[in-house]
């Protein structure tokens, strides 16, 4: 069920996500696993600012880095983006399925009979 994902991880999550750096990394590491120093070389920042982008991505479960000496490796962990598609299905499917409703409601009853020119306006 879409409630199984804490209120403040899926926070996390699409706190993360709102950032075009950290999507953009999310989006690299989907590819395959990469080092740190690989992972930021498109990017116009400094390493250590690649190193705060990390630490959100990990702090929100997206992100699991392994060190071996000197080298920091970063692989995506896909479970909070599927628990963040399901928030978003869920509430989509909502809405969907109540404007519908709304739609129905609208199409299928008589007609609301339009104002007659010159009558007497109501007082408010």
Do not use: Q
Not at 103 to 111: A, G
């Amino acid at each position: 069920m879409v409630n199984n994902m804490s209120s403040a991880r899926l926070s996390r999550v699409f706190g993360a996500l709102a950032d075009p750096t950290r999507r953009a990394m999310v989006s690299r590491l989907a590819r395959g696993d990469v080092t740190v120093t690989d992972l930021a070389a498109p990017f116009p920042i400094s390493l250590p600012a690649v190193s705060r982008h990390l630490k959100v991505l990990e702090r929100a479960g997206l992100v699991r880095r392994t060190v071996a000496g000197r080298v920091h490796r970063c692989s995506l962990v896909a479970l909070p983006l599927d628990r963040a598609t399901d928030w978003i299905g869920y509430h989509r499917r909502f809405w969907a399925e109540r404007l519908e409703a709304l739609d129905h409601l609208l199409t299928d009853s008589p007609p609301v009979p339009s104002p007659k020119p010159g009558g007497r306006r109501a007082r408010h």
